[in-house]
């Protein structure tokens, strides 16, 4: 048996009702494919960020580090600040083990009902790269005046030759190793006059080395649009922080549900442990009631397996998922059915 060593924090609401699930349904991936899991939880949340004033203690990122990969469920509760959770769990684990990219796979199952007239399974399934240690999303600024007439906010992007360079590498990689070879960019250069046409240039000197390529790229108000327009035309996106985590979640929510979509937060060079979680978030209206959809953190699992080198632990995931999605019995109420979260990560542990 080959061990793993993974660090769980389930986090807020519905993500302490998914992770059990997520953990059962890897455990029997695990023994079928002589896979040992080494789990510790840990209790890092808003919850304990009430009671002791920090999301993790000083040393939390130094506790991690030895492990293979972080599993994550959800963090995030009302009266404690998005920024606030954000900035003191999320974004440190991201920035100080250099998970670099984040990967969002969007994909339309059948059994799902979309919310899109004419689509089926099939129809939508294409990845987007997000840039995620950078970007806009910088603590770099401040606040003057504060409190007075004429309070002003300063807030700076940051973007680094070695930073977009890596992210554009990434994305053209893997549509490069896609059938359609087909990579879009989100871009506004006709507004952000220094950092997106400067995304622009790099990405165009980036497809020099990838001729096979095709490459489009839209401004993101429209490409929002054509995400819903026509989401059959995209394969891989890639954008800057902002604008890769807005379109990462307009395309789960083009196939259904947000509810089913995983995220990976990956040092693709492996120096550092990468961070798997789902893409919704701590769902407070419905924490408590056992009604929450676990396949995003189940896929997100999956999608761990894979990039620790268990390609087929990975498959037989994924075609537990989409078995389980085609029959249709066990549904929760985000897809049109009445099961409740143990039953659906039962029917997927089953299935495998």
């Known amino acids: 048996m080959e061990k793993l060593n993974i660090a769980l924090i389930p986090g807020d609401g519905i993500g302490t009702e998914v992770m059990p699930e997520g953990v059962r ?32 203690p000083e040393d939390g990122i130094e506790q991690l580090r030895a492990f293979d990969a972080i599993y994550l469920g959800a963090v995030g509760f009302p009266t404690v600040a998005d920024h606030v959770s954000l900035w ?22 059948e059994g799902v009902p979309c919310p899109l007239a004419g689509k089926v399974a099939g129809d939508i399934d ?11 999303y910088s603590a770099i600024g401040g606040i003057q005046y504060e409190g007075t007439e004429n309070e002003v906010v300063v807030q700076q992007n940051v973007f680094t030759r070695r930073g977009v360079d890596r992210v554009q590498k990434y994305a053209f990689e893997l549509a490069n190793s896609r059938p359609a070879k087909h990579l879009t960019s989100a871009t506004k250069s006709n507004g952000i006059i220094h950092s997106m046409p400067y ?28 995400f819903v327009r026509m989401p059959e035309h995209f394969d891989t996106v890639v954008g800057s922080n902002l604008f890769g985590d807005i379109l990462s979640d307009l395309g789960p929510a083009c196939t259904g549900t947000i509810a089913i979509a995983p995220s990976a937060n990956m040092n693709p060079e492996k120096e550092y442990p990468s961070m798997f979680e789902p893409v ?8 408590g009631q056992g009604i929450s959809n676990p396949i995003g953190t189940i896929w997100a699992g999956a999608m761990m397996l894979q990039h620790l080198g268990y390609q087929g632990a990975h ?11 085609r029959e249709g019995d066990c549904l ?13 990560g039962n029917a997927i542990e089953m299935a495998i």
Request: net charge negative.
């Open 25 to 56: 349904v890897l455990e029997a991936a695990g023994s079928k494919h002589g896979i040992e899991f080494n789990w510790k939880e840990f209790d890092w949340s808003c919850e304990r960020y009430l009671e002791t004033g920090s999301m993790m």
């Open 88 to 109: 003191g769990l999320l974004i440190p684990i991201r920035r100080e083990f250099d998970q670099y990219i984040n990967l969002r796979p969007v994909r339309l199952f």
């Open 126 to 136: 294409f990845y987007v790269v997000r840039e995620n240690v950078e970007g806009e």
């Open 199 to 226: 995304w622009d240039n790099r990405l165009k000197e980036m497809s020099k080395n990838y001729p096979d390529v095709k490459v489009d790229q839209f401004h993101i108000d429209i490409l929002t649009a054509n």
């Open 280 to 287: 919704h978030g701590s769902a407070p209206d419905i924490a």
């Open 315 to 325: 498959d037989d995931i994924m075609t537990a998922i989409e078995a389980v999605l």
């Open 332 to 344: 929760t109420r985000d897809m049109g059915g009445s099961a409740n979260t143990k039953e659906l």
